[in-house]
């Protein structure tokens, strides 16, 4: 209780957890009283009260024996004899608390018809978020990108979506857990939401300051989404989403639309070493049902990620971005991006198929350049910045992306788990990093165009002689149950 203390909140302390009814009641009631600061209320209680095994860790995880199960109804008034009985004064009490409910409700009702006719936009404007539907055109404001503009980091790509969206969505309210500057998920002229009197920002403030505690910002967002009429985004390092894997998973589980914006997305963040770059985090979040991960390759997949992700009322999304600066795409456009997969670079007759992520699809690029000069190759390159929007796209879709006749090489500069969904042979690291400038990284660890290309020609090689040789696409059936 100290630390709440600590907090400056209302603590209470009922001793007599047990037995103290009345106790718990006036704790409750003095709570309710205290307006200006959060409450929490101390209760001493014995595990399993009133069973045989109170007080022991045999009431936890196991159900009651039968003889106990009489034993307790008797402690507490009721028909050992009976089972699945429910007095009536319990319905009465229920009732009586529905039948105010619905008063409440029908009163709200009449109020909010009278803010209809008193103030119009306001109304309609939360008559919409009450909806979960976002404003009218609002995508039109998501940039986009030609293959002259210049190379950019994709967490800056993401800094220019939250600076192009913000006015025409209201109801986006951004934060980061103590990595602002790094995570650039604040536009200029966002106000922090913080207790006027502090002089540091204003009540109707859209930038949360949570923090270094991932999980609790994680969970914040979840709580925010739930009540509605709000989408919450909040930053950190891709590799420090794994301190909040717990709330992301009741993301997931409780279909709430959270962006979770997770910058410095693998060994190319450099200096800060393998404690700070992400190895297997990827590969745990995609393994996670209902999250889409994202994994941009330039600006034009960003603003995909961010359409799709505010698009999708009941799914959260991760987006993975990169600290180092990446090209804009020959072949992207922000519809092709939004079907999770796409050709990036197409090639009759290819003699191999190059699928990637983020920074590793414009090296997979340059690799196509070199496979044809040293080893007399063609190659197809395939962007795959959302696994989870790819494989929700029809068969006939993907195989057209991934298709029969052409092996398959993934490059991923992470773990290889979950690639060979989409590929023969997969290129990544299934060790940790090394600390060190992103470009001399990259080299150690051969992600670059000649890394890639040699490894191709070995694909090439190894299934030169498999006819037919069958996507990774065509499998008997998907596990999408």
């Known amino acids: 209780m100290k630390r709440f203390e600590a907090y400056g909140w209302h603590c209470e302390y009922v001793e007599k957890g047990d037995t103290d ?68 004064e319990v319905y009465d009490m229920y009732h009586k608390t529905a039948d105010a409910g619905a008063a409440a409700e029908a009163e709200w009702n009449k109020l909010f018809e009278k803010y209809a006719s008193e103030h119009k936009e306001a109304h309609a404007d939360l008559a919409r978020r009450l909806t979960g539907k976002l404003p009218e055109g609002w995508q039109k404001c998501l940039p986009t990108y030609s293959p002259s503009d210049d190379a950019i980091a994709s967490r800056k790509l993401s ?37 006027p009197n502090t002089g540091i920002g204003q009540w109707d403030g859209r930038y949360i300051r949570y923090g270094v505690r991932e999980h609790a910002m994680a969970a914040i967002m979840n709580g925010l989404s ?42 190319g963040l450099g200096e800060d070493g ?61 519809e092709k991006a939004s079907k999770g997969g796409y050709v990036a670079l197409d090639q009759e007759k290819a003699d191999v198929t190059l699928v990637s992520t983020g920074s590793e699809v414009g090296i997979c690029l340059e690799a196509v350049k070199t496979l044809k000069d040293e080893y007399n190759l063609s190659a197809r390159v395939v962007s795959m910045p959302c696994m989870e929007v790819f494989d ?42 090394a600390s060190g400038a992103y470009k001399d990284v990259y080299k150690k660890f051969e992600f670059t165009a000649e890394g890639i290309a040699s490894r191709a020609k070995k694909t090439v090689d190894f299934y030169k002689d498999v006819k037919p040789l069958r996507s990774p696409i065509n499998r008997a059936f998907l596990q999408l149950i």
């Open 274 to 334: 393998p404690t700070h770059q992400p190895i297997e985090t990827l590969a745990h979040f995609r393994a996670l049902p209902n999250i889409m991960v994202w994994r941009p390759a330039d600006g034009n997949e960003c603003s995909a990620a961010y359409y799709v992700a505010l698009t999708s009322r009941e799914t959260p999304s991760l987006l993975a971005l990169t600290r180092q600066n990446l090209p804009q795409l020959e072949g992207s456009t922000i």
């Open 21 to 88: 009814l009345q106790g718990i009641e006036d704790a409750i009631k003095r709570c309710q009283d205290v307006k200006d600061k959060p409450s929490v209320i101390k209760l001493t209680t014995t595990i399993g009260f009133g069973s045989q095994l109170q007080g022991t860790g045999g009431v936890h995880g196991n159900p009651l024996k039968a003889d106990d199960i009489k034993h307790v109804k008797t402690q507490f008034g009721f028909d050992p004899e009976k089972s699945f009985v429910v007095p009536q």
């Open 392 to 433: 929700a796209q029809d068969k006939d879709y993907r195989l057209s992306v991934i298709p029969d006749g052409i092996p398959t090489m993934s490059v991923e500069v992470m773990s290889t788990l979950g690639w060979e969904k989409y590929s023969h042979e997969q290129f990544g690291l299934n060790r940790f990093g």
């Open 159 to 195: 800094e220019s979506v939250l600076e192009a969206i913000y006015e025409a969505v209201p109801e986006l309210v951004s934060g980061s857990a103590d990595l602002t500057g790094s995570n650039n998920t604040r536009w200029k002229k966002a106000v922090d939401f913080q207790p």
């Open 226 to 267: 739930a009540y509605g009429t709000l989408i919450p985004a909040g930053g950190t390092f891709l590799n420090f989403v794994s301190y909040a894997a717990g709330a992301v998973r009741l993301s997931a589980l409780s279909h709430q639309r959270v962006l979770y914006i997770a910058t410095h997305d693998s060994i």
